[in-house]
């Protein structure tokens, strides 16, 4: 239906007009793209209920509304052709939005006219806005940011984007889109996850388009161009380079210092010297209590060690610190949280592992635990949607993080053999040093497999914990001999993998972030010199080169000499034969 | 193609055409072989092959070469003439001089180089295909990997229709549970991929179901990565076993499904 009224009213429209709806060809083949790649998420019919719909987060774009996010446009109006081609061909990186890159140019033009025909709005003139113009990115000098910095306080962007920008403003946990779904702010400092594209001109088009659908404003009126300029700056200042530079080892540096916890300052310092490498986090997917969206996506993590012990630092941006609920690695889950309902108990009542309802929450755990309750209505937050009607979200589980090692290291003969990443294997244990952030204090487990984890206490692990401005920092310590588990030898590659639970994201037991295994190198104390291998080899290679210089010589000499005896007159200089 | 990396292939070729056509001597020609088999391991590969395997390709090409240089008196002569001209001619003296300050240079970055190279994870190879077991239970059903194959498979000729059904089961069945490891598009890319090692397997590839008979795809549906045998290290991959989510049927249904989508038909029965 809607493709005939769009032919129609093609014809009755004058020429010249933005609206370009394609042909019915064109419209057709865009279907048969369309219905292979596109509809199991965005919906055979458009909506955005596919099968993916339910197991996602955000929400694949409904296209009959006529809402989008990533606009050249002016907030409200629908996008240009080549805004959808950008989305289409490069993606939402972090979402489940793919890019399409094997499409061709034709193809994503057919599937742009088939999408603009799910919504009327598109035949509507009206709704079509001149895109706006994006300057030249200023300098980033530091008077640019330092503007940049009071517009962004001015604009109340810290409300929901945090004082430092890592998604954690007061507003952060109260926000939902205009379908009422929980919407996370972006972290400002993982320009990787930026959904609209990471560059300053993409930055500068978001917050002066707004994002439309979401609580993320414009601010084309409020906001002269040149202090647009300074915020891209500042935003861009914000970030913690473009790429987030995965790494797959940790380095444990050696100090001479003792490692004490309770002395923060020293502590820094000695975590200063420690290089730091990022880890990719992804949903638990495998076994039952499938987080289908994790809400952390990475983590930092260091070590240091000295003679008799160990200490590793890991960090991790979390837009509210969850200290008030329970958690702990074998908490019993659902399959999966049906729809994942902030403040609902989640969950099919026919799954696997219903007995999820016989385990509430006590009554005590309430609501406005003392993790900064008082932030959940703060200014502005309210003002958006509504979004307190559905009532605050419960922190009914706490934050909480856990290293896991092997139990023992590989076997001679078999070093690639370690425990299954999932909580181990029933022949092959690991150890988990988990810290409910509640109670900030490190517990240990032994796992054998999600359903065999058991607290142990062979070696006493200590932790401590902090929040500030959205990021958890969790340092752990232990000696470096233990009497049942894996130990740490100079010189040794151990394995290592993380898991975060986000108890805003109702993450616990098995619902959980986590990595693949990696590894823990502890180098070794003393560092071998360095400048003797090197100069040893330049004087080898001099001496030898000299050798030869010193022999040609000799022999052309000598050459020269017989030659002369024998009344020849080749002159020195000429090539001797050899 | 090939995993070569074509640009510096085709720079080292090019360089060896124009020693070719200045006619080049026997020195240069050595050397320009040597160089460019070094440049070749380093660069010519997008995955570039593990050091020690190049060193000892070197070696042996560097031995080779000395022999090929020193395997006639005249051919010695000649590869040495523009080296004993080097050191004997006063117009070379400056570049004689270079030539010794550059070549202990060289020697010590290249030590300091090799002191400095940034550690690594250790790495395994694994087996991405290691053999099935002969049968398996699936669900409290015996499946001989021999003789089984997709049930519905046939339908393809013989009911169209009911093809279809299996066809629509298996996308959603695949949409809601795969996709995050193997891609939208099964290129094995999908949003959680990044964090996975071993990478999810691409479905788009030519080698990897094609390849396969249906019934190996669906023991390793149904076992994951925990069914596999230690050529493939089972600890490292996040493949689920499906058994424990999925009925048999959806399983048959997903399995068609990836087959179909990339337009390929599983390997026949008895084919090896
Ligand atoms: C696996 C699920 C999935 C598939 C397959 C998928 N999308 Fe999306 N798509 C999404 C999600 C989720 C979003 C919302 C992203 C966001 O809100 O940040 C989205 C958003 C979009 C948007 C809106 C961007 C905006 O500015 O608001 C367009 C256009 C789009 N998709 C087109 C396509 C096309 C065309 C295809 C097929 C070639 C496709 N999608 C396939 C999940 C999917
Ligand atoms: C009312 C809350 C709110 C305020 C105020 C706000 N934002 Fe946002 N912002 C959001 C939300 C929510 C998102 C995530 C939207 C999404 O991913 O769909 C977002 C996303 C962004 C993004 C990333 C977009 C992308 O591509 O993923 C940038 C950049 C941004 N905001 C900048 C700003 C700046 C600069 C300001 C102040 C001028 C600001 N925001 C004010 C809520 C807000
Ligand atoms: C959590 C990530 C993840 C999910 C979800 C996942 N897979 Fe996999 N899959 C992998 C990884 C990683 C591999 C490669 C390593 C291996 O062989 O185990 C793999 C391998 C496979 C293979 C073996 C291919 C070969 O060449 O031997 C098949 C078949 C397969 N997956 C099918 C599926 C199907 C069907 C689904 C959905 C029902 C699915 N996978 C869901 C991660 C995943």
Redesign the pocket.
């Known amino acids: 239906m809607a493709t005939l009224a769009a032919a129609v009213l093609l014809v009755a429209l004058p020429a010249g007009g933005q609206v370009d709806l394609g042909t019915e060809e064109q419209r057709a083949a865009g279907k048969i793209?369309?219905d292979k790649?596109?509809g199991?998420?965005?919906g055979d019919t458009g909506d955005g209920n596919g099968y993916?719909t339910p197991r996602?987060k955000?929400?694949?774009?409904d296209f009959t509304t006529g809402t989008?996010?990533?606009?050249t446009t002016p907030n409200g109006m629908l996008?240009t052709d080549d805004?959808?081609r950008r989305?289409?061909e490069i993606g939402?990186p972090y979402?489940?939005?793919?890019g399409?890159p094997n499409?061709t140019s034709a193809e994503i033009q057919n599937?742009i006219y088939y999408?603009k025909s799910f919504s009327p709005d598109f035949e509507n003139p009206d709704r079509y806005g001149e895109p706006i113009e994006i300057p030249r990115p200023l300098e980033s000098t530091e008077e640019s940011i330092a503007r940049g910095r009071v517009v962004y306080e001015e604009q109340g962007c810290a409300a929901c984007h945090g004082e430092v920008g890592r998604g954690d403003g007061p507003s952060a946990p109260t926000l939902v889109n205009d379908k009422g779904d929980p919407i996370k702010v972006a972290d400002l400092t993982q320009r990787w996850t930026y959904?609209g594209g990471a560059t300053k001109e993409d930055i500068y088009r978001t917050f002066s388009t707004g994002l439309n659908g979401t609580p993320m404003p414009s601010y084309a009126d409020s906001l002269e161009i040149e202090d647009r300029q300074h915020l891209v700056n500042y935003v861009y200042s914000l970030g913690d380079g473009d790429d987030p530079n995965y790494g797959t080892l940790i380095t444990a540096v050696y100090s001479e210092e003792p490692i004490d916890l309770q002395d923060g300052e020293t502590l820094d310092a000695l975590f200063e010297t420690a290089p730091m490498t990022r880890f990719p986090l992804v949903g638990q997917i495998s076994e039952p209590g499938r987080n289908f969206f994790p809400s952390v996506t990475s983590i930092e993590a260091q070590a240091v060690y000295n003679r008799d012990e160990i200490a590793f630092r890991v960090r991790w941006h979390d837009l509210r610190a969850d200290t008030s609920g329970r958690n702990n690695p074998s908490l019993e889950v659902p399959m999966w949280d049906e729809d994942n309902g902030i403040g609902d108990d989640g969950g099919d009542s026919d799954d696997f592992f219903g007995e999820f309802g016989g385990e509430e929450a006590p009554a005590e755990d309430d609501f406005f635990g003392d993790s900064g309750g008082d932030d959940f209505f703060g200014d502005g937050g309210d003002d958006f949607f509504g979004a307190a009607d559905a009532g605050p979200p419960g922190a009914e589980f706490s934050d909480a993080v856990a290293l896991q090692f092997p139990a023992s290291l590989a076997p001679e003969g078999t070093p690639e053999l370690k425990p299954y990443f999932l909580y181990g294997d029933s022949q092959n244990p690991v150890d988990l040093w988990f810290v409910n952030l509640t109670y900030g204090v490190a517990d240990t487990f032994r796992g054998r497999g999600s359903e065999s984890i058991e607290p142990t206490e062979a070696d006493i692990v200590e932790a401590v914990t902090s929040y500030d401005q959205g990021q958890w920092t969790v340092t752990y310590k232990r000696r470096r001999s233990s009497r049942a588990g894996v130990s740490f030898a100079e010189q040794q590659y151990t394995p290592v993998a993380f898991s975060v639970w986000d108890g805003f994201n109702r993450e616990r037991g098995n619902k959980r972030a986590l990595s693949s295994w990696f590894y823990v190198y502890t180098e070794p104390s003393v560092q071998p010199a360095t400048t003797f291998p090197i100069v040893r080899a330049a004087v080898i290679v001099l001496v030898l080169e000299l050798l030869v210089v010193f022999l040609v010589r000799r022999r052309a000499r000598r050459q020269a000499a017989g030659e002369e005896a024998a009344g020849g007159t080749l002159a020195a200089t000429e090539a001797p034969a050899v | 193609m090939l995993g070569l990396n074509l640009p510096v292939v085709i720079v080292l070729a090019a360089v060896g055409g124009v020693l070719a056509w200045r006619r080049a001597n026997t020195l240069t020609w050595l050397l320009y072989t040597w160089v460019a088999l070094w440049a070749f391991f380093k660069y010519g590969f997008a995955v570039p092959i593990p050091q020690s395997v190049a060193t000892i390709y070197l070696g042996i090409t560097g031995l080779a070469l000395v022999c090929f240089a020193s395997s006639s008196r005249e051919r010695l002569s000649e590869t040495a003439q523009p080296i004993v001209r080097l050191i004997l001619e006063p117009r070379y003296r400056l570049a004689l001089a270079g030539l010794l300050v550059a070549l202990p240079a060289l020697a010590a970055y290249n030590v300091y180089a090799d002191l400095n190279v940034p550690l690594e994870a250790p790495g395994f190879g694994r087996e991405v295909h290691p053999p099935p077991p002969t049968e398996m239970t699936v669900h409290d059903e015996t499946v001989d990997m021999a003789t089984a194959e997709n049930p519905y498979l046939h339908y393809n000729h013989d009911d169209p229709e009911l093809y279809g059904e299996h066809l629509e089961n298996g996308r959603r069945i695949y949409?809601e549970n795969c996709?995050w490891c193997h891609g939208?598009g099964m290129g094995g890319d999908g949003m959680f991929a990044h964090g996975l090692n071993p990478v999810p397997s691409n479905f788009n590839d030519v080698g990897t179901l094609p390849i396969l008979q249906s019934s190996f795809v669906h023991w390793r549906i149904a076992k994951g990565a925990p069914g596999l045998p230690g050529a493939g290290t089972p600890w490292d991959s996040m493949m689920p076993a499906w058994e424990k989510f999925l009925t048999t049927e959806e399983m048959w249904d997903v399995n068609l499904f990836i087959y179909d989508f990339n337009g390929y038909e599983p390997r026949a029965l008895g084919q090896h």
């Open positions: 793209v369309y790649y596109c199991q998420c965005h993916a996602v955000p929400k694949p774009r989008y996010k990533f606009r996008p805004d959808l989305v289409i939402a979402t489940s939005m793919p399409w499409l599937v999408i959904r | 949409y996709f939208d």
